[in-house]
């Protein structure tokens, strides 16, 4: 016999997503991922490795899982513990963006260590012309409040 309240389609709500993205992200070891109240993503390289890189792209998919109605999505990857491997960073990058061809605009806002800057900068204007879904911006280490702000410029 089935009841109303069986037959009735759940509501999934805000909480429901961050148990799962806490679920997802508690079993990795070189990125650690917070979302802030502002509706912020922070991924934070704990090693620069491909084991990071592959951990993010995980996290990339669950987001367009979960977000592909919003028009944009903010992020911050705070890499100023050292940069992972960019041509392989990239590589997951790209597949991450074709598996979901009209999934959201990202806006990643790079927090880099002020040696890695020129490097970064040079290979996120590359990701900027491969991909018109996504936009980098690159950031000193002592420039994380600028950052958020122009993560604030992103369409809602």
Same mark, same amino acid.
């Given at each position: 016999m089935s009841t109303a309240a069986s037959s009735k389609p759940s509501t999934i709500t805000e909480a429901d997503i961050r148990t799962d993205l806490t679920r997802l992200t508690s079993q990795f070891k070189a990125l650690s991922v917070e979302w802030r109240p502002d509706g912020i993503f922070v991924l934070t390289y704990l090693k620069p490795s491909r084991e990071a890189t592959d951990e993010a792209a995980t996290t990339q998919r669950w987001f367009n899982e979960h977000f592909s109605e919003k028009p944009a999505l903010m992020q911050i990857a705070d890499v100023r513990g050292g940069m992972p491997p960019i041509s392989y960073n990239i590589q997951?990058? &790209?597949?991450?963006?074709?598996s979901y061809p009209n999934g959201p605009v990202l806006w990643v806002a790079t927090i880099v260590a002020g040696r890695d800057?020129?490097?970064?900068? +040079? +290979?996120?204007?590359?990701? &900027? *012309?491969?991909? &018109? *879904?996504l936009k980098v911006r690159t950031f000193a280490g002592d420039q994380y409040e600028a950052a958020i702000e122009w993560l604030y410029t992103a369409p809602k």
């Open positions: 997951k990058i &790209n597949d991450v963006l074709a800057n020129i490097f970064v900068q +040079g +290979g996120m204007s590359l990701i &900027n *012309r491969i991909r &018109n *879904r």
